[in-house]
């Protein structure tokens, strides 16, 4: 089985940072792509950023410039650097791995979810 376990959510000023860990063990073969998921109260959850095998990058227009998501392949470890915080990145945030197993399986992953907030 595999398992994601998250880290580095709280609370935090506006303007300030944090930085979220997503750690994966178990029967991991290979990490493909990789992404940070968010929901807060009452809305759907949605795509924050996102990161392929190969390093690509993609992000939602409203963390654009504020938001890194990096990798570290070695570690079966997701990050994502979030500055410049505002009250909207109030959420619960998630982290989705697409993992091929041991058992040449390709399934996706997540987190349990780690909780961001930003006071004003």
């Known amino acids: 089985q595999v398992q994601l376990v998250e880290s580095g959510g709280g609370l935090v000023q506006a303007g300030g940072s944090l930085r979220l860990s997503c750690a994966a063990s178990g029967n991991i073969f290979r990490n493909n792509d990789m992404g940070w998921y968010r929901q807060a109260p009452g809305k759907q959850r949605e795509l924050v950023a996102a990161i392929t095998s190969g390093g690509d990058t993609d992000y939602a227009e409203s963390v654009k410039g504020r938001f890194t998501i990096s990798r570290d392949n070695a570690k079966n470890t997701l990050y994502l650097q979030m500055n410049s915080l505002k009250p909207e990145d109030t959420a619960v945030y998630y982290c989705?791995?697409?993992?091929?197993?041991?058992?040449?399986?390709?399934?996706?992953?997540w987190g349990q979810g780690t909780q961001v907030t930003v006071s004003s």
């Open positions: 989705n791995f697409r993992i091929t197993t041991t058992r040449f399986l390709l399934s996706r992953y």
